[in-house]
């Protein structure tokens, strides 16, 4: 089991670009999360899902979109990056009602400038 | 609503010096607690967990943390730290009754620096 995948993992992008973080799951998990990680920070709940066609905001949504299509995949966008969204972003997933580990994948390190 | 608060943002400490890193929670219900660390460059990984019954909890590598209802608080602590446990490290919460969606609420997180 490859676990839960990033890509890119690096990626520098210009104001005003968008761009689609992906994040793959292979342990069939339902829930889905992406989190942002800032300096000093911690982490932050982006967006959530708990199934396939089920979306929800956490903490801070905005400046991104989120859709779930299938169980596997939870790709995060951005439609107007901005240097504030230089962060980052972790997407983690978990089996679901009863589970309480959260699985995490490597990370994107995301630059606007 | 859940807060985690980690008041120390780096621990320096020499290779087996033992360690302890706080973390104090804030909650008006019953709640799980979780520590995680994070490796350079790379993602979280579940560290321990307390859920219910024995209040001390342990990891696998020589970590340990006791939940104290009544000071609110989950420290990690290890009597013998290595360089390999150099790392950023994250307490979380999460209400047992947290509906369905099991999120958690993270601290800031600690750098345990280990020098030599």
């Known amino acids: 089991n490859a676990g839960v995948t990033q890509t890119p993992k690096f990626r520098i992008l210009k104001i005003g670009q968008s761009m689609t973080l992906q994040c793959t799951q292979d342990m069939n998990h339902n829930y889905m999360y992406w989190y942002r990680q800032d300096p000093g920070m911690g982490l932050k709940l982006i967006y959530y899902s708990v199934g396939a066609g089920i979306t929800d905001k956490g903490e801070v949504p905005n400046g991104y979109n989120v859709s779930r299509s299938t169980t596997e995949d939870f790709p995060l966008r951005l439609e107007l990056a901005a240097p504030s969204q230089t962060s980052v972003y972790f997407c983690?997933?978990?089996?679901?009602?009863?589970?309480?580990?959260?699985?995490f994948g490597p990370g994107t390190r995301l630059t606007v400038t | 609503a859940q807060s985690v608060t980690q008041l120390d943002s780096q621990v320096p400490v020499f290779e087996e010096a033992p360690v302890e890193l706080r973390c104090n929670y804030s909650s008006s219900v019953s709640v799980y607690l979780f520590w995680y660390v994070q490796y350079p460059n790379q993602g979280l990984q579940l560290l321990l967990k307390y859920l219910s019954g024995s209040t001390l909890v342990e990891s696998i590598n020589g970590f340990e943390a006791e939940f104290n209802k009544s000071q609110t608080s989950f420290h990690l602590r290890k009597p013998s730290v290595h360089i390999s446990d150099t790392a950023e490290y994250f307490c979380?919460?999460?209400?047992?009754?947290?509906?369905?969606?099991?999120?958690?609420?993270f601290g800031t997180g600690t750098l345990l620096a280990v020098q030599p």
């Open positions: 983690a997933s978990n089996s679901g009602q009863g589970a309480y580990e959260q699985y």
């Open positions: 979380a919460v999460r209400g047992v009754y947290g509906g369905a969606t099991n999120k958690l609420i």
